[in-house]
């Protein structure tokens, strides 16, 4: 099994459509951190946490919202997508001291 | 705003050539990350290089950290087809929370 599964791998929707983007790791570690990445841009953080009753804002979590459900479950949602929201979102896991750890992404398109 | 610039942006060379991509920024980070990522998958941590001037190598890849931890760079010795990919930098800042800054990545493709 992947130690870090992100689901869907491939979503299109439309524009004002909720969409939640899950995210399940085995690696055990404490922190979780979703990201989006557009050509050109990089990738940019959009929120993370810590541990369970952590959460944090990344640089643009505009339009976004998380929830930690558990230790290994991290979900991004957003309430009414839009178009400019079309990018490859990625999770990550780390714990102080060991090395970040990227899910395979999930590619997302808001018409 | 921090910044972290990739160069070169786009790179193509036939198999067995040298190369090296760059990544500059006017912050000042506690480390510094590169990337290796492939399509379809997430980025793969290759190294991580913490003190000014630091040289890390793994296999035919040498990692240096500039003197004063504001840039780095990343050269490719003997490039293979394999090595096709995209390269990200990443910073991590000491700012009491955490930061860590992408790099826009430079793309790799290496011809047999």
């Known amino acids: 099994d992947a130690d870090v599964t992100q689901t869907p791998r491939n979503r299109i929707t439309k524009t004002g459509k909720r969409i939640m983007l899950e995210c399940s790791q085995t690696?055990?570690?404490?922190?979780m951190y979703w990201y989006r990445q557009d050509p050109g841009l990089g990738l940019r953080l959009i929120y993370y946490s810590f541990d369970v009753k952590d959460i944090n804002k990344g640089e643009i979590s505009d339009g976004y919202s998380v929830s930690r459900q558990a230790q290994a479950k991290f979900s991004l949602s957003l309430e009414s997508a839009i178009p400019n929201q079309t990018a490859l979102y990625f999770c990550a896991t780390s714990d102080p001291g060991t090395d970040p750890f990227f899910g395979p992404g999930t590619r997302l398109t808001v018409l | 705003t921090q910044l972290l610039e990739q160069s070169p942006q786009f790179l193509s060379i036939q198999e067995g050539e040298n190369l090296t991509v760059y990544c500059n920024s006017s912050s000042v980070f506690s480390s510094l990350q590169w990337y290796r990522q492939e399509p379809g998958e997430g980025p793969v941590l290759l190294v991580t290089v913490v003190t000014g001037g630091e040289v890390k190598k793994l296999k035919r890849l040498t990692f240096q950290f500039g003197d004063a931890r504001k840039d780095s760079s990343l050269h490719i010795t003997a490039a293979q087809p394999g090595d096709t990919g995209l390269y990200l930098c990443?910073?991590?800042?000491?700012?009491?929370?955490?930061?860590?800054?992408f790099g826009a990545g430079t793309r790799l493709f290496v011809k047999a």
């Open positions: 990443a910073g991590v800042l000491n700012t009491g929370g955490f930061k860590t800054i």
């Open positions: 690696k055990g570690h404490d922190r």
